[in-house]
């Protein structure tokens, strides 16, 4: 099995698209991740679901977790408030990380070890620059237990 026969339609977003819209689209539809592509329609990055909460928490709690259990209620519940007026390039990691992408015509181990390599919870699919699609990692798993 190729790419091509495992891809399946994905939202894509700009990397200048409002992020709220962006999170809301995460959420609504349970997605682990983004394909974000710049303002020419060309791909340049995955925005994962984790890299969004990870904007959300704010670094001192990150750095200790046992604050988030004295933060007001009220506070916490305005996390989101966060998002406001800001791109999703606002929520990608500072450090420009490699696009998670595989060729149409890869093989289940290919895209495995992409995603494996890459730490990431889907792969777009491409045709030359052309998005045709992506493979979650649930995706991936399901089509490798499935008997032959």
């Known amino acids: 099995m190729h790419g091509e026969q495992m891809a399946e339609e994905y939202p894509v977003v700009s990397i200048d698209s409002d992020a709220r819209e962006a999170v809301e689209l995460l959420a609504s539809r349970r997605l682990p991740g983004l394909i974000v592509v710049t303002a020419d329609g060309t791909p340049c ?41 800001v791109t999703v390039r606002k929520l990608l990691p500072a450090e420009p990380t490699e696009l998670p992408a595989v060729k149409h015509d890869d093989t289940v181990l290919e895209i495995a070890a992409v995603m494996a390599r890459l730490r990431s919870p889907l792969v777009a699919v491409l045709r030359g620059k052309e998005i045709i699609g992506a493979i979650t990692a649930s995706r991936l798993l399901e089509l490798v237990v499935q008997p032959h």
């Open 45 to 85: 990055c995955v925005l994962p679901a984790s890299q969004v909460v990870r904007f959300l928490v704010p670094s001192y709690v990150q750095d200790d977790p046992s604050l988030a259990r004295v933060i007001d209620e009220s506070l916490a519940d305005r996390v989101a408030d966060k998002l406001t007026g």
